[in-house]
């Protein structure tokens, strides 16, 4: 199986400010890594597939990036509805993997 | 509309079999693979396993392999996710998803999740 280590596990944040989630793969992915956010008592929503691509609908505040087997989730300017976990997840092989999960939270 | 709905919440005892649904609508539900998606209480999720309605084809993750069932019945639009003998560490929210992607893949609509509870 891919193993994927999402970090960090938490972090806070204030409206406004710029917040990045880190995902990597330990082996090679491609391009497959998805971005899900979920908030409490809820499904999951896709944020982002294929590393960078919106998923329709996604305000433009979200990217993605990659580098290597390295991916990168941004937030920019944090919105009170974006406190949320994010998981990320690789659609390369299965089983399709998820990430530990990072919980985003207000400052 | 794309929909995924699923069975409502379960209670059950250690030892005793259940079956969970997910039903789709609002696309071709043959043309899509469908999968299960574990959330254990205050956990992350974990990939279990799909299926391809169209043709039955399954996959399982080696972590769930021998503990669970999938299944379709593609007449009805429905995917199914069974054990046989539940335990209390199966306890969690369970989710169908629908895969997308030419290539690689991405879980695009979620259902809106089966609590399973096993307790004595």
């Known amino acids: 199986d891919i193993q994927m280590t999402q970090s960090p596990s938490s972090l806070s944040a204030s409206v406004g400010d710029t917040v990045t989630i880190t995902c990597r793969a330990n082996?090679?992915?491609?391009?497959?890594l998805n971005w899900y956010q979920q908030k409490p008592g809820k499904a999951p929503n896709l944020l982002i597939y294929s590393a960078s691509t919106l998923h329709s609908g996604v305000p433009s505040r979200f990217s993605g990036s990659e580098s290597g087997t390295d991916f990168t989730l941004t937030i920019s300017s944090l919105q009170p509805e974006d406190f949320a976990t994010y998981h990320c997840?690789?659609?390369?092989?299965?089983?399709?993997?998820f990430g530990g999960g990072t919980k985003v939270e207000i400052k | 509309e794309v929909q995924l709905v699923q069975s409502g919440a379960e209670v059950k005892k250690p030892g005793e079999s259940l079956k969970i649904s997910c039903q789709g609508s609002g696309y071709r539900f043959t043309s899509y693979w469908i999968g299960w998606v574990r959330q254990m209480p205050g956990k992350g999720l974990e990939w279990m396993g799909i299926?391809?309605?169209?043709?039955?084809?399954?996959r399982y993750s080696p972590s769930f392999q021998g503990q669970i069932t999938i299944s379709a019945d593609k007449s009805i639009n429905t995917a199914y996710l069974q054990w046989s003998s539940l335990k209390a560490s199966d306890t969690a929210m369970y989710f169908c998803?629908?895969?997308?992607?030419?290539?690689?893949?991405?879980?695009?609509?979620w259902g809106q999740g089966t609590l399973v509870t096993v307790s004595s």
């Open positions: 998803v629908r895969h997308s992607g030419l290539y690689g893949d991405y879980c695009d609509y």
């Open positions: 299926i391809y309605p169209g043709d039955s084809d399954t």
């Open positions: 082996q090679s992915i491609s391009s497959y």
């Open positions: 997840q690789q659609g390369f092989s299965t089983p399709h993997t």
